[in-house]
């Protein structure tokens, strides 16, 4: 009895052992100081190609970030953190914080003020960070999902 009530035991360890999740740290990528990045894509849709330019970016060597965001430049600090993940999970999203957000006051067409402000807002919003395209894309996200995606200017 004590033999059976042991192996009991042993074989309920062992799969709450097998059923334990395992977890993976997603290292951030290198960003490149100086690199554009051209955003391409907003919660999914495409960027119209006659709207004013909006690009970031990044400068690790003092964690901030800036850009052109149709009409103003902006700027802000940020901050890039591993994190851990679910191992069956295929996320490649690492840690992002952004701080606030501060930007020039030129007054422009309103169509171009409130593409503006939807942008600002987001990238306020934006709590991941992921390379895709061997380096080629950038996208910030929110929960696994990407939010703004943009591209590498050559």
Known sequence: MKKALNFILLFAMLLAVGCR????????PTLRKEQVWKLVEIQGRKVERRAAPVTIVFNPENGTLRGQAACNGYN??????????????????CALSVGDISHTAVQCPDAEMNAEARYLARLAK????????????????HKDKPVLVFELQQ
């Open 21 to 28: 999740a395992v977890y993976v740290e997603i290292e951030p």
């Open 76 to 93: 802000a600090d940020y901050k890039l953190e591993s994190r851990r993940v679910d191992a069956k999970t295929s996320s490649d999203w």
């Open 126 to 141: 934006c709590t991941q960070l992921a390379l895709a395209d061997a380096g080629n894309t950038l996208m910030l996200g």
